[in-house]
């Protein structure tokens, strides 16, 4: 018989995320953050001066940090224990506001009340039971506040493998939900209308879906590091949502 992946699980595989890890994507990410989703999702978001705002699955906080700069009264939640313990460490240091909270997506506490915009970005494909997760991110807005989320596009996640290796993008298994293995912990595959369905019967209306495809230009000054970065420029590796609580 084979054993369902749990919640739990996937905490304790995130937590084994070294320092050195987090240390990298300072301030604003990794490149594939600062160059096709944290745009996106601040567009999206629009002006958060004095708005409260939840980000739901912070790692370690740097789109919290981000938020906190731009006004935003920010409620961070993070359940593993490493990367919690650097946002903390991070605000310590910075007084930015933010409130650090340690609990699972799909398990929220009383959070202090409703928020007008909750951000969940690269977060629910790293959970196995995720519907929970999400109906706890709708469930946390005040009526007509937006969810914004992103997940690695269903069909195009293992977009710079492929294409490293054929020079054009492969794919042999869409509509099933499966793991995909990574360095620290999976992600779990979901076709992209497990996502819509699922807010369209949490009573959400979608305002808009983007798919960023990165810049030639940053795309032509990363080759030399990044082999087949160029494929970012033709197909999208992300998924981006945001819509409204009815």
């Known amino acids: 018989m084979t054993t369902q992946p749990t919640n739990e699980a996937a905490i304790q595989q995130w937590n084994t995320l070294p320092r050195e890890a987090m240390e990298a994507m300072e301030p604003d990410g990794d490149f594939a953050k600062r160059h096709l989703i944290n745009p996106v999702l601040l567009r999206m978001l629009g002006d958060v001066r004095g708005r409260r705002v939840l980000d739901a699955g912070c790692g370690h906080g740097y789109f919290s940090r981000m938020l906190a700069a731009r006004g935003a009264h920010v409620t961070a939640v993070e359940p593993t224990d490493g990367m919690l313990a650097y946002a903390r460490q991070k605000e310590d240091a910075l007084g930015q506001g933010i409130q650090y909270v340690q609990a699972d997506l799909a398990r929220l506490p009383d959070l202090g009340g409703e928020f007008d915009?909750?951000?969940?970005?690269?977060?629910?494909?790293?959970?196995?039971?995720?519907?929970?997760?999400m109906r706890a991110c709708v469930q946390a807005l005040r009526r007509g506040g937006l969810f914004v989320f992103s997940v690695n596009h269903p069909a195009f996640e293992q977009l710079l493998t492929t294409w490293r290796t054929h020079g054009a993008y492969r794919l042999s298994r869409y509509l099933e939900e499966y793991e995909i293995p990574q360095t620290y912990a999976p992600d779990f595959h979901r076709p992209i209308s497990a996502y819509l369905n699922e807010l369209s019967a949490l009573g959400c209306r979608l305002r808009e879906c983007a798919e960023p495809g990165l810049d030639p230009g940053i795309a032509q000054e990363a080759q030399h590091t990044t082999p087949g970065i160029e494929s970012y420029v033709h197909l999208p590796n992300f998924l981006i949502v945001a819509a409204e609580r009815g």
């Not at 915009?117 to 997760?133: E, G």
């Open 117 to 133: 915009a909750v951000v969940c970005s690269m977060v629910l494909p790293a959970v196995p039971d995720w519907k929970p997760a």
